[in-house]
């Protein structure tokens, strides 16, 4: 049975206040400076900005690849701040898609490999060479 999706209009995303600062050497970038956005069920976005305005910076938080500085971030009603690093894990496997601009592939790994690992490490289970991929039929 199909799981039920939120009803829309409910907030998805809700970012508040949100900062992102990266320190290189003696030098504070300020790539997110108290930024606001909500996501309803339901709605498609874009995000335009010149380059350097902070949306890949936006899109990785938003994608539980980074945390902000500050600020609140809450995924489906829960702030995200408050997960360990395998409750985050969980959500990216579970709850978000994402299509990179570049493609992120590991170096030299088979094709089924690829696709076994996030959840074996999800899992705990390590790592899945390509023969263990092979016998679980991937
Ligand atoms: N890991 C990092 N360390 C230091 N500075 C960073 C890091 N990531 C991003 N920045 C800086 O933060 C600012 C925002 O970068 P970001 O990549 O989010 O911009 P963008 O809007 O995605 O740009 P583009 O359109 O070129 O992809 C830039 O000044 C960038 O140099
Ligand atoms: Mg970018």
Redesign the pocket.
């Given at each position: 049975m199909p799981r039920e999706g939120p009803e829309i209009g409910y907030s998805v995303i809700k970012i508040e206040g949100v900062k992102r600062t990266?320190v290189?050497g003696d030098v504070k970038?300020e790539?997110l400076r108290g930024d606001d956005l909500i996501v309803r069920a339901g709605e498609f976005i874009a995000i335009m900005?010149r380059?350097?305005?902070?949306?890949?910076?936006l899109m990785k938080i938003m994608g539980c690849l980074d945390r902000p500085t500050s600020g609140h971030y809450f995924l489906e009603g829960v702030d995200v701040a408050g997960l360990k690093e395998s409750d985050l894990a969980a959500v990216r496997s579970e709850r978000l898609g994402f299509v990179f601009q570049s493609f992120n592939l590991l170096a030299r790994a088979h094709q089924r490999h690829r696709e076994c690992r996030p959840t074996a490490l999800l899992r705990g289970l390590g790592a899945v060479g390509p023969h263990r991929a092979n016998r679980a039929g991937a």
């Open positions: 990266f290189v970038v790539a900005g380059s350097g305005s902070g949306k890949s910076t």
